[in-house]
């Protein structure tokens, strides 16, 4: 990281941070850990004060791979220190989440309330990119005018960007630094400044434009890829009416040289493709009707999901059902509109069966009154198994723990196996 960048004002030198980090999560954290490991003097700001303890002792909050040992080794080496409100610094990047409020709408008060928090803080040339996901309009129409109440003037006093976060769970220390950035101010200054920090450390391009198109670029990204996880998940709803193998069917249709239908599942999770095409439907909702049937056609999957399960427990007497997984992706903790994780919590409030949960990626259930069992105790005690999240860990299992059970497998784990045990791929 040149001194430049570091200095963000211009300094050669500085006293305190070069950065400041609000949001110590899934992309905050991480972040914060790449800079400082990278030259940056990173001071990291989170309202969860066990959070806060927990970086400051070297260790980590969320399941990232390798993330532990770069905490640790930016704590130890003194370039990273979590806090309990924002430290003075040349840079702040806002990484707080944006969820759904009511009806589907951005709920933009934590990127509000970061904003604020900053007030105390801030200098004359300072730069201030928010990285959290949001509508379009949102730098323009409520960061700056919060940044106005505290006496800051973009593009005049201050520099504001948006810088969306692009990365993938599970490889986000790779894709910080590699993934291209698209970087856009409120003027053309505020563009540069920002796009001059990204430069710094991302060794992918950093493509320059205003903030408005920003935000609504990584909207586009994954919205596109709702809409074609839906056409997946609607044929496989296709493929259940006419009795057919759904990963039979898509299997051999992508042999079609243009062709690339996408893996269907129990539905669509995360914090970015199961929200983001909504923020563009506030926007726009008369023009966006196939988004909003995409939308749709995921969330109703928990629910056939649910539906395949009690018409096999109508079988039993008292049906044990076993559940794989309930991250909302294979091989993380995230549980973030977590499609498996509402099956299993849908099924437990019913009441009408005995539930055996595996998750290998959590140390306790987040259901109350449900306790984590071990997967190959939870298979030999099942009637049914339903296979929520294609773990890698449940690729390993013994293939004889689904043989006498019934199986629902919504993720084409058990295809896979098959698959790779007669030498496809």
Not at 90 to 103: D, H, M, R
Not at 142 to 156: N, Y
Not at 212 to 237: C, G, H, P
Not at 345 to 370: F, K, M, Q, Y
Request: net charge negative; hydrophobic share 45%.
């Amino acid at each position: 990281m040149t001194n430049s960048a570091r200095a963000g004002s211009g300094e050669s030198e500085r006293s305190g941070p070069d950065v400041c980090v609000i949001g110590l999560g899934y992309v905050g954290l991480p972040t914060a850990a790449v800079l400082a490991t990278r030259g940056a003097h990173v001071a990291g700001y989170d309202v969860k004060p066990e959070v806060v303890a927990t970086i400051n002792a070297g260790e980590v909050h969320i399941v990232e791979p390798e993330l532990d040992a770069l905490v640790r080794a930016a704590v130890t080496a003194g370039r990273l220190r979590a806090h309990d409100a924002p430290q003075p610094a040349s840079t702040f990047l806002i990484c707080v989440p944006t969820p759904l409020g009511p009806a589907n709408t951005p709920d933009l008060r934590y990127v509000e309330q970061a904003t604020r928090a900053l007030l105390g803080v801030l200098k004359p040339g300072n730069l201030v990119v928010v990285e959290s996901t949001i509508p379009p309009g949102t730098t323009r129409d409520v960061v700056a005018p919060i940044l106005r109440e505290g006496g800051f003037h973009p593009g005049e006093d201050i520099f504001v960007a948006h810088a969306p976060e692009r990365v993938l769970p599970g490889a986000v220390l790779r894709e910080v630094v590699e993934n291209a950035r698209v970087v856009g101010g409120l003027t053309e200054l505020c563009t540069q400044r920002a796009a001059d920090f990204y430069e710094s450390f991302v060794r992918g391009e950093v493509h320059r434009t205003r903030a408005e198109l920003a935000e609504l670029v990584k909207l586009s990204e994954n919205a596109f890829r709702d809409v074609n996880i839906a056409f997946a998940n609607e044929l496989a709803n296709v493929c259940e009416r006419l009795g057919l193998d759904p990963w039979a069917v898509i299997r051999l249709a992508n042999h079609h040289p243009r062709v690339q239908i996408l893996r269907p599942g129990p539905g669509v999770g995360g914090h970015c493709i199961a929200v983001d095409p909504w923020f563009i439907v506030a926007s726009a909702p008369e023009q966006t009707p196939l988004m909003q049937a995409a939308r749709n056609v995921n969330d109703g999957r928990p629910a056939r999901v649910i539906a395949r399960v009690r018409a096999l427990a109508e079988r039993f007497r008292a049906p044990r059902v076993a559940c794989l997984g309930l991250s909302y992706k294979p091989d993380i903790d995230d549980l973030r509109e977590s499609p498996a994780l509402e099956v299993v919590r849908r099924l437990h409030e019913a009441g009408d069966c005995e539930l055996l949960v595996v998750e290998p990626h959590l140390e306790r259930s987040p259901i109350e009154g449900l306790e984590l069992q071990p997967a190959e105790r939870a298979l030999r005690a099942a009637d049914i198994i339903v296979i929520l999240v294609a773990h890698r860990a449940f690729r390993r299992l013994p293939s004889d723990l689904f043989i006498g059970p019934s199986v629902i497998d919504t993720v084409g784990l058990l295809n896979a196996r098959i698959r790779v045990g007669a030498g496809g791929s």
